[in-house]
């Protein structure tokens, strides 16, 4: 029988892991009519898809609720198609290299052992709430020139717009309505303040309001856009996949072992993480031509579900995929920071950020524990994983 399927289901968007392998085991595409659309769980379909740029439409957004509903589209060079997403993105890519990065990890390991000394003597701490949100909230807010506590505040806002309550379908409660309002609000004022003295503004920020490419500058409301996406894309997943770091291995008392033991572990067990436990469950686009894949037609206009959380988990692709095992050797590649144009800008600040947050863990502790009952999994149709993982760990003598 065909997979009662609905990304806004409570099953979907409470765990998906399930719906997904019964996705996989259709073999091939998913339509669901409700919305003219199709989900891609396999691997192979999804990197298929995700190689086709020049059919993909990304102006109609990223998410489902913009692809599926018609909600609003933040504008950013990730809903611009081609040329015009190069020169965007091209504004700032530098900035993500492997070599840029390289550069800004002192600051990450400076700024993680400041947030992780205010912790330490606790013995006790919410590894996503207290370190890891924080830790990535003031960097995205760092690159866009904004205070930390700035920084923080307009995360805050923007958690509570991602907010889901039990039956809810896209961004339409109060609590989501009032934070878009409060934080369109806020930074509309600051983009005048820095309009009216240029010299207030900086990093990206300042990029791209002095940018021009073909004649044409963004507007305020274009500007503004922009910096939600960027503290958004900057703050949002590696944190969750810190949480599953811990949660997991605290489930595997041998693999933590291994890693307590041999902090070289750290980044191998830090990718298994975010392959099991895929932070972006999924991402949408819109078919720009009509195309084939996995056996089936898609149609120009249709929206395309790219469920990253089920590719992770393809048996076809990785030996015992449902198993948590950081020394398992088909690892990469994933699809944990997408494939294709638009792959993930900020991959090797993800990775090596989130490794360095952990070492300054690690480094200075003998064990931890994660109390379970106070952890909280994320619910939602857009990401997975945890938003709170209280944990104690005992200090090494």
Known sequence: MPVDYDPYSDAAMTDATGLYRDLRAEGCPHYMEKYDAWALARYADVKAVSLKGQCLDFTHGQTPGQVLLGEAVLESFST?????????????????????VEAQKPRYRELARRLWSE????????????????????????????PADEAEKYRGLIDNLLHREKGQVGATSERNQQAFAQLTQELAAYIQ???????LASGYTRIY????????????????MYLITLMVVGSETTPMVIAAFFYYL??????????????????????????????????????????????????????ILFLYASANRDETQFENAD???????????????GL????????????????????????????????????????????AG?????????LKA
């Open 250 to 303: 605290d489930h595997h008392p041998a693999q933590k072992q291994a890693v307590l033991a041999d902090h070289g572990l750290i980044r191998q067990a830090f990718l298994e993480a975010a392959r099991f436990k895929q932070p972006s469950n999924m991402l949408a686009r819109k078919a720009l031509t009509d195309f084939e894949v996995g056996g089936r037609q898609i149609r120009q206009g249709q929206g």
């Open 80 to 100: 611009k198609n081609g040329k015009e997403h190069r020169q965007w993105r091209g504004l700032i890519a530098n900035d993500f290299t492997l070599a840029a």
């Open 119 to 146: 912790l330490r003597p606790s013995g006790r701490m919410d590894v996503y709430g207290d370190l890891a949100n924080r830790f990535f909230c003031i960097n995205a807010g760092h690159k866009l020139g904004l």
């Open 323 to 337: 198993s948590f095992d950081i020394f398992r050797q088909d690892a990469e590649p994933n699809m944990t920071f």
């Open 340 to 383: 294709g144009s638009h792959v993930c800008l900020g991959k090797h600040v993800g990775i090596e950020a989130g490794v360095i947050i952990i070492e300054e863990i690690l480094k200075d502790i003998s064990d931890y524990q994660i109390i379970h009952e106070e952890v909280v999994p994320a619910y939602g149709e857009h990401l």
């Open 209 to 224: 309001m002095e940018a021009e490419i073909d004649g044409r500058k963004l507007t305020d409301d274009e500007l503004l």
């Open 386 to 394: 945890f938003i709170s993982m209280p944990m104690t760990f005992t």
């Open 193 to 199: 303040k820095i309009r009216a003295d240029p010299s």
